[in-house]
């Protein structure tokens, strides 16, 4: 059995933002990473996909972008490849190809089994990130057998999906992606829509991340939120890298995808769905112009020189049918961009909550020396994105560092 300070598990961005810090500060580790860094990004990723925000937002601790192309959007391959430097850059202790099997607390120490071998830590950073593993619902098994069914992590692009019409379940920033680059492929394609952000790509001559940025927007803290269960559950913003263009349901409704309401059910042949698109639409618009209005209010209140407002246009979607006939409509692939869920089969009993969720306060949990790094809103709304994770990635490297260095003393 081999003893540690400690363990990352993840070599994802938060993963290697723990273990730059960890380095900076001297502090013995090891990043255990299932794959290879940035592979994520590569394997699990659609041939077109880019990050959503621009490169100006690509920061990590000792790395920020510094190249000709602030504005742009970088591909995901493109992103691999910069973790992968990033790992060189600082020589990040990762371990590649080793799977984390279970983790137990014993003797004020937590044990780690992988299929490398047990190690003893005194910390163990969980960095496997929010969006682990995709979710399907268990509705999914119900459709026909002649239905191609998969998860975003299985599409490469229009081609590899079998001919005819797809359903696309979800309509975040995922969901609508894939429903306008599938219909500009000429396909038939049906958005079921659920919750959603609606936002424009730029407004008043700026990316809407950088009126996001400057006005705090996404330094909002946990605490501060009115109600921060329903803040963990916020979707994605309905927003597209690589061009810049906005692609929301009325975009994608004037090029014909036809839209229904929230995914409820399947019978074989068969998908059903709720009636509340037009209250979930109209809901998003209004979220969208409070959105508008507080960037307007910062505009006047510091005088800036900018373009003059351009408001999206209200949005009514046409009535929508209850159900589809998926067969007999030639609808031949479901596309399930409904979430993530996390895999945490591998933890201790008691450090998940009643839906299988991490307990933690600002990524550190119950368990002593077991934090995280990368979940949604961890102490702020940008706790999640890239951009985010380094000052999240400090505080849990400090707690480590200092717990690590009070047993040497104890």
Request: a positive charge; charged letters at 25%.
């Amino acid at each position: 059995m081999r003893h540690i300070d400690t363990v990352i598990i993840g070599a994802g961005q938060a993963g290697l933002a723990a273990s730059h810090e960890l380095t900076r500060r001297g502090h013995e580790h090891v990043v255990l990473e299932r794959s290879a860094v940035g592979e994520r990004w590569l394997g699990r990723r659609w041939d077109s996909q880019t990050l959503l925000t621009p490169n100006w937002m690509t920061r990590l601790p000792g790395h920020r972008y510094a190249g000709p192309h602030p504005d742009r959007f970088m591909s995901t391959a493109e992103f691999a490849t910069l973790l992968r430097d990033y790992a060189r850059g600082f020589a990040a202790p990762v371990e590649s190809g080793v799977t984390v099997e279970a983790l137990r607390f014993r003797g004020g120490w937590l044990e780690v089994s992988s299929t490398s071998g047990l190690r003893r830590a005194r910390n163990v950073i969980i960095a496997t990130g929010w969006c682990d593993v995709p979710a399907r619902p268990a509705e999914a098994t119900r459709l026909h057998p002649s239905i191609h069914s998969i998860t975003p992590d299985r599409y490469r692009n229009p081609a590899s999906l079998p001919a005819g019409g797809v359903l696309v379940v979800g309509a975040s920033a995922t969901g609508v992606q894939l429903a306008d680059e599938l219909r500009r492929a000429g396909r038939r394609v049906v958005l079921a829509v659920g919750g959603h952000l609606r936002l424009p790509r730029r407004y008043r001559g700026a990316d809407i991340m950088e009126w996001l940025d400057l006005m705090g927007s996404l330094d909002r803290r946990i605490d501060d939120m009115p109600d921060p269960v329903a803040a963990l559950r916020e979707p994605s913003m309905q927003l597209v890298g690589g061009e810049l263009r906005t692609i929301d349901l009325p975009s994608l409704a004037a090029h014909g995808v036809e839209l229904v309401g929230r995914f409820v059910g399947a019978d074989g042949r068969a998908a059903h769905f709720d009636a509340g698109l037009r209250d979930r639409v109209a809901a998003a618009d209004r979220r969208m112009h409070r959105t508008l209005d507080r960037i307007d209010r910062v505009i006047d209140r510091d005088r800036l020189d900018v373009a003059a407002a351009s408001r999206p246009v209200p949005f009514i979607p046409p009535e929508a049918p209850a159900s589809v006939d998926l067969v007999g409509g030639g609808i031949r692939t479901v596309i399930w961009a409904s979430g993530y869920r996390r895999d945490y089969r591998w933890l201790p009993p008691g450090v998940l909550d009643a839906h299988g969720e991490l307990r933690h306060r600002y990524g550190v949990t119950e368990l002593p020396g077991l934090m995280a790094l990368g979940l949604r809103f961890q102490r702020t709304r940008r706790s999640s994105l890239i951009d985010g994770v380094g000052a999240d990635a400090a505080m849990v490297a400090e707690l480590a560092h200092a717990r690590a260095s009070a047993s040497l003393t104890a």
